[in-house]
């Protein structure tokens, strides 16, 4: 085989890992991920002098744990994003007082960072494809896109859409209405 054949599977893996990454606050749970991780990091260390500032019990082991899952699930369910940036923003502040200054400042301001970024995500909207008519050889000019045609309202129904009565032709009755008021 030769290198060309090979790079075509890995540009359309390339291409589903951009869109899936891009469909959910990536970068976002990555850092909240990142900064719990550090926290939890700077608890063990081997290091002379560490701060022990707060409570030290399970609290510091608590909140670090907390904003690793909350980046996780960040990621896997972007639906909930405004409940896990909110949930990282105020444990990241409550670090400072559990987790050795929050990780030295570091993993503090990753998670205050990530779960800003979560919370100023949304998702793109995808646009719905038009599809305009195959313009033959001899139709050079532009194609203009037809309407698409509505179901026709049915007025059996006890309740109807804004957008049914917004398209539906005046009946008799609603114009006597409104010569009358």
């Known amino acids: 085989m030769t290198a060309g054949q090979h790079a075509a599977p890995a540009a359309g893996v390339r291409t589903r890992w951009r869109r899936w990454r891009r469909a959910r606050p ?101 646009r719905a494809a038009r599809t305009a008519p195959e313009a033959g050889p001899a139709e050079t000019g532009p194609t203009e896109v037809a309407p698409a045609q509505r179901e026709p309202v049915d007025r059996s129904a006890p309740t109807e859409s804004l957008d049914a009565i917004l398209s539906a032709e005046p009946s008799p009755h609603r114009d006597a209405r409104a010569e009358r008021g």
């Open 26 to 126: 990536f970068t976002a749970g990555l850092l909240i991920a990142l900064g719990g991780a550090e926290m939890l990091v700077t608890l063990r260390a081997p290091l002379g002098v560490l701060l022990h500032v707060g409570p030290q019990g399970l609290a510091a082991y608590l909140v670090p744990a907390t904003l690793v899952i909350c980046g996780v699930l960040l990621i896997t369910t972007p639906q909930q994003r405004v409940f896990y940036a909110v949930l990282s923003l105020v444990l990241g502040l409550v670090s400072w007082l559990t987790s050795n200054l929050g990780g030295f400042l570091i993993g503090m301001l990753l998670a205050l960072v990530g779960g800003a970024l979560a919370f100023a995500w949304t998702p793109v909207k995808t």
